[in-house]
């Protein structure tokens, strides 16, 4: 059950080497500003791409899967064997389905940090207010919040450099508990059906 609820946590609700709080763009060094208008390019370019997957939920469990992510406002991520939950993302709603409590848990995708990375236009200003960026070596981290909804949680994402690439991306909901998701394997793919980010009872399962 608990890991379960960790998955839940997950649906609703990511300071190393280089930290610097960012409260407002202007107030960043040049060098940010490139490295933010690098990323902003490259995440507002990614239409749909496929990955593998491992999450360490908040307790210390681990669940690998297969994903799906469909900018704008679509998301799947369909979880191995032996777990059955899924998880999907699309029409403006993120759907949590747990068929062994049949369960189905339906949240506004634009109220959750997910939605951030989803959206069909990223920004980094608005109603998104960027928090932190951080700078470890080989890594661009950006943590981001809906403004106004900060003690909800908030989203890192967590990059590659040269090329730079998603990698990883961390929730914290708004108990501080950290969901962590890694991304392996990533590839561009051609759009995929609507279908495939609805939640129909009977047709998701593994």
Do not use: C
């Not at 700078?135 to 890192?156: D, M, N, W, Y």
């Not at 990883?168 to 108990?175: G, N, S, V």
């Not at 991304?183 to 009977?202: C, V």
Request: aromatic share 8%; no cysteine.
């Amino acid at each position: 059950m608990i890991h379960r609820r960790g998955l839940l946590g997950f649906a609703v609700a990511f300071l190393t080497a280089s930290g610097i709080q960012a409260h407002a763009a202007t107030a960043l060094p040049d060098h940010t500003q490139k490295t933010l208008t690098a990323v902003l390019t490259y995440l507002n370019g990614l239409k749909t791409v496929t990955a593998h997957f491992m999450q360490v939920g908040p307790d210390g469990s681990v669940r690998t899967g297969t994903a799906i992510v469909q900018r704008p406002g679509k998301m799947r991520f369909q979880y191995d064997k032996p777990n059955p939950q899924l998880l999907v993302a699309g029409f403006g709603l993120l759907v949590y389905h747990d068929p062994e409590l049949n369960q189905t848990s339906n949240i506004p995708l634009a109220s959750t940090p997910l939605g951030i990375l989803l959206s069909k236009h990223i920004r980094f200003d608005g109603d998104v207010k960027l928090l932190r960026v951080t700078t470890p070596p080989g890594e661009i981290q950006v943590t981001l919040a809906r403004v106004g909804k900060e003690s909800q949680g908030h989203i890192t994402l967590v990059f590659s450099t040269n090329p730079i690439e998603l990698r990883q991306w961390r929730i914290t909901d708004a108990q501080d508990r950290v969901t962590q998701v890694s991304l392996y394997d990533l590839k561009k793919a051609p759009p995929f059906p609507d279908k495939t980010f609805e939640f129909i009872p009977g047709f998701n399962s593994n």
